[in-house]
């Protein structure tokens, strides 16, 4: 005799398709951070940073607001994290 479970016959599952649309979370806020990649006279990277602001352009005047400290750090880069979410779309007809 071949295994030792029962086996239930006649049962049956239907599964939906279903189309899945990917695209930026409205209920959550993107995070921006602009961070100093300048170097000190001894070649020390600076890695100061804005801190985390949700509107772009307040993270993005941080640089000049540095730079008046730090006139010889001249480069940055800019994290973006912008949360994403899938939901099921319509049926389609």
């Not at 279903?18 to 961070?35: C, I, M, Q």
């Not at 990277?45 to 602001?53: H, M, T, V």
């Amino acid at each position: 005799m071949l295994g030792s479970l029962p086996r239930e016959i006649g049962r049956r599952r239907m599964f939906r398709f279903v189309l899945w649309k990917f695209g930026p979370d409205p209920d959550r806020d993107s995070v921006h951070l602009v961070y100093c990649e300048g170097e000190d006279e001894d070649g020390t990277r600076c890695g100061a940073d804005s801190g985390e602001y949700t509107d772009r352009e307040a993270a993005e005047l941080w640089p000049f607001e540095h730079a008046t400290e730090y006139p010889e750090h001249r480069s940055y880069g800019h994290l973006a994290y912008r949360p994403m979410i899938t939901t099921p779309t319509e049926e389609p007809s």
